[in-house]
T-cell receptor, first 115, second 112 residues
Framework: NAGVTQTPKFQVLKTGQSMTLQCAQD?????MYWYRQDPGMGLRLIYY???????DKGEVPNGYNVSRLNKREFSLRLESAAPSQTSVYFC??????????????FGPGTRLTVT | SQKIEQNSEALNIQEGKTATLTCNYT??????LQWYRQDPGRGPVFLLL?????KEKRKERLKVTFDTTLKQSLFHITASQPADSATYLC???????????FGKGTMLLVSP
């Protein structure tokens, strides 16, 4: 099993450009997540999908959109990139590990620079 | 609002010693708490989960305690090795269904 995969690994964008970050998981997990990680700020949740067909905002959703394409795939779109979106983006997935507990499995990350 | 605090200063210890990392939280009554390890340039990796009704959990050289009165979890690595050097994150259930809120992590450096 590949676990959680993300593409691309690195990306440089100019301000105003758009792009989509792709994420896929092969663990048959119901829930998927997008985080950004910045120095000194830790991991912050952008959007999540508790199950196929649903998406919800996390802590920092502004400037992003998501699509839960099917159970396996969850994409993150930046419509008009800004320098403040320079970050490392992680996708994660989780399944029900026990009563009300959700351990998450992370992808390798996408390093995005917006100039 | 919910707040999770982990020591921002790196913890430096010698090989063979026990490393103890702290996670404090406020404005929370989480049903469980999780610990993750993150190596530079990689995504976090799940280590342990402890529930509110469990005082202690062990896995090999790892031990986690969860004190809901003190609102604190301690993460111990016994007989530490240089390979244990990494950043360790604690996480509590978030406000959304199936979500987690992460602390900023503490870097552990184990010297030979």
């Amino acid at each position: 099993n590949a676990g959680v995969t993300q593409t691309p690994k690195f990306q440089v964008l100019k301000t105003g450009q758009s792009m989509t970050l792709q994420c896929a998981q092969d663990m048959n997990h119901n829930s998927m997540y997008w985080y950004r990680q910045d120095p000194g700020m830790g991991l912050r949740l952008i959007y999540y999908s508790a199950s196929e067909g649903t998406t919800d905002k996390g802590e920092v959703p502004n400037g992003y959109n998501v699509s839960r394409l099917n159970k396996r795939e969850f994409s993150l779109r930046l419509e008009s990139a800004a320098p403040s979106q320079t970050s490392v983006y992680f996708c994660a997935s989780s399944g029900l590990a026990g009563a009300n507990s959700y351990e998450q499995y992370f992808g390798p990350g996408t390093r995005l620079t917006v100039t | 609002s919910q707040k999770i605090e982990q020591n921002s200063e790196a913890l430096n210890i010698q090989e063979g010693k026990t490393a103890t990392l702290t996670c404090n939280y406020t404005n929370y009554s989480p049903a469980y708490l999780q610990w993750y390890r993150q190596d530079p340039g990689r995504g976090p990796v799940f280590l342990l989960l402890i529930r509110e009704n469990e005082k202690e959990k062990r896995k090999e050289r790892l031990k986690v305690t969860f004190d809901t009165t003190l609102k604190q979890s301690l993460f111990h690595i016994t007989a530490s090795q240089p390979a244990d050097s990494a950043t360790y994150l604690c996480a509590l259930e978030g406000s959304g269904y199936s979500t987690l809120t992460f602390g900023k992590g503490t870097m552990l450096l184990v010297s030979p």
